[in-house]
């Protein structure tokens, strides 16, 4: 800790770099050991969990701070892989997306009763400008389209090999996630406002 420390201090970072390293740098350990101990994903969290919190670390001493999605990535291996270490039952590490997606699309669907609005406007708002139409349209997709990869990662790792749901986890989802997001530029442009 006091070495990462001083390193942050006395040399300067590029920050594009240290954030790619942050975000991707703990999945790339994760999958070396996991194929390099015979696919033993009970043995591949613990340097997934002790890389992520270093990761943490790494982005609070840079920035003071630390984003929420990566803070609750973070609680969220640690509590799952923890659990699935101290049970030695890999089915937590496996319902972990489901539970996130889960919370995420409960978010989206009842945090308007407390926000008055739709919770992507209270989220996304400073990024572009949407009609209040527009706004509930996108919320609408975002808690489908949450409660459709809870669904369909129950299907994968009730239905698949242990091998075939780690690939699907880190090849799978985050490009379903990106074509999703790109299929709603067009709803973007067609709801956009001047302001």
Do not use: H
């Not at 937590?92 to 992507?120: D, H, R």
């Not at 706004?135 to 698949?160: D, G, M, P």
């Amino acid at each position: 800790m006091l070495t990462i420390c001083y390193v942050v201090d006395k040399y300067p970072v590029n920050k594009s770099f240290v954030k790619f390293v942050t975000d991707f740098g703990p999945l790339a350990i994760f999958l070396y050991i996991y194929y390099s101990s015979g696919k033993d994903i009970k043995i591949a969290l613990v340097p997934f969990i002790v890389a992520t919190l270093v990761a943490l670390i790494i982005v609070w001493l840079l920035e003071k701070r630390i984003p929420m999605v990566p803070l609750l990535g973070g609680i969220f291996i640690t509590f799952f892989g923890g659990l699935t270490i101290y049970f030695d039952n890999p089915i937590f590490i496996y319902i972990k997306p489901t539970i996130i997606n889960i919370l995420f699309g409960l978010a989206l669907l009842f945090g308007k009763y407390f926000t008055k609005e739709p919770v992507l406007k209270k989220i996304l708002g400073n990024a572009f400008n949407l009609t209040d139409d527009g706004w509930k349209i996108l919320n609408r997709r975002w808690i489908y389209f949450f409660f459709s990869l809870a669904l369909l990662n129950e299907i994968v790792w009730r239905t698949q090999s242990e091998e075939f749901w780690v690939n699907f986890k880190v090849w799978g989802l985050l490009p379903i996630t990106f074509i999703f997001t790109a299929f709603q530029v067009s709803l973007i442009n067609k709801y956009k406002t001047n302001e």
